[in-house]
């Protein structure tokens, strides 16, 4: 009988045999509509390996990777430190989750994120972003006595029952109420927010710096106002940085580009995962983090049973140690700055190219309805149709003819978001823009296989109303 380890579980020959199987096992067994929508986009692919910015599949073909996992792969995929880091955890055989002593790694991990928010004194680590929004309501709340929360239309919070209370967009939120009684403001409304505040039951607004959907930054001015507003009242003010955070947008976090902006409570994610151990931490003042753990009685009040666990510190502390290290932060800048002036330079080459946004490397790419008359009957076909097909039409051939995977910016929406790993460069650059500009050249020949897709598209988009 052939030998197989302690337990004949071998996890390169499961892969090996029933590796091919990824897509049947999917639609088998867990949400059977993704492998459906990727093969009806063509982005049904077989990824073999990545590291860095790039995947590559068993031919040996390069991917871009200008997604990062919706922003988990801050450090691309499969960085050393962090692996490193994560063997070496598990060598350690630590007592993890013993649940009564303290572990040394989520205090030192505390202590460097605190330590790049010196307005911030504690923190609480779950296990996502939408924990890390649910743990700042329920501090919130509790923290002013108070039970609403505001938020901004478009938002995006997660979709867990509290954070999707606060979710402003309505197909996330179809079909899964009753929510909670919160309240919706339009992004940079500052009328709105003194008029809710009036009612006096107010715990304060939760509000991206930048938002995921659209990729739109806060009016310049308005978080600073919201929180003086917001203090007046005694509400506190909520900065998800989820996807913005640990240097995104070519700062620490997106609110430090405004000066004297000082959140309360603010939630990060994603990125301080590595890409591995999935992580989230809600920073707050000590005031707050007081009131809810106001005695011995109240000290499991809130808890989460994998939060603060040994694999998901010491990914984190890596994680910071790499940014610090190789200056991540000021490369999302400077290479963001120079892929933003590259894809803006294009606006007034294109005619459906209306506009380039974002700051560092959280860039939205907009469309919209060309001047002549040829591309204005087939922008207006594809409109009548489904908003937001334009862009599915430009992410298509992104990955299919040039290898390079992107998303469109949210539903209906004619935007084209890019979050790259903040380890890319100016090779990237090239390459991305080389790419965009060939799929724009083809876009306005106005024929060929771009607008055969886009047929294509409004026939799907027709079949399912």
Known sequence: MKDDGPTGFDLARLLAERGAERYELHTRHLNHQLPRMLR???????????????????????????????????????????????????????????????????????????????????VFFGNSGTEAVETALKFARYATGRRRILYCTHAFHGLTTGS???????????????????????????????????RGDVAGLVVEPIQGKGVHAAPPGFLRAAQE?????????????????????????????????????????????????????????????????????????????????????????AVLAVMEDEETVANARRTGDLLRERLAALVGRYELLHEVRGRGLMI?????????????????????ARKGLFAQMVV????????????????????????????????????????????MDDAHDGGGLMWDFGRTLVKQAVANR
């Not at 205090?107 to 790049?116: F, Q, S, T």
């Not at 402003?168 to 500052?190: C, H, K, Q, V």
């Open 396 to 439: 298509v051939p992104l990955l299919q003819r040039h290898r390079i995977l992107t998303q469109v910016s949210g539903d209906h929406l004619e935007v084209i978001k890019l979050i790259p790993p903040l380890v890319i460069g100016e090779r990237e650059v090239d390459r991305f823009v080389t790419a965009f500009s060939a799929v």
């Open 164 to 198: 999707l209370s606060v979710n402003g967009e309505s197909g996330f939120r179809d079909g899964f109420a009753p929510l909670l009684p919160d309240t919706e403001i339009a992004l940079g409304d500052l009328d709105a927010l003194r008029r809710e505040l009036k």
């Open 229 to 317: 507003l917001l203090h007046r009242h005694k509400a506190v003010l909520i900065a998800d940085e989820v996807q913005t955070g640990l240097g995104r947008t070519g700062d620490f976090y997106a609110y430090q580009h405004e000066e004297g902006v000082e959140p309360d409570l603010v939630c990060v994610a994603k990125a301080l995962s590595g890409g591995y151990v999935p992580v989230g931490a809600t920073l707050g003042k000590d005031w707050i983090f007081k009131r809810v753990y106001s005695s011995m009685d109240r000290v499991l009040v809130h808890s989460a049973s994998f939060g603060s666990n040994a694999q998901a510190m010491a990914a984190g502390l």
């Open 364 to 384: 939205g790419i907009e469309f919209g309805r060309p001047s002549s008359l040829k591309l204005r009957s087939r922008w207006t076909m594809l409109q009548a």
């Open 40 to 122: 009806t986009l063509g982005f049904d692919k077989v990824y073999e390996r990545a590291e860095g910015a790039y995947f590559w599949d068993a031919d040996g073909n390069d991917y871009l990777d200008m997604l990062a996992g919706f922003g988990v792969m801050g450090l691309g995929r499969h960085h050393p430190v962090v692996r490193k880091a994560l063997h070496d955890v598990l060598d350690a055989s630590l007592a993890d989750l013993t649940r009564f002593d303290c572990q040394p790694l989520p205090g030192l991990l505390a202590e460097r994120l605190l330590a790049h928010s010196p307005h911030l004194d504690r």
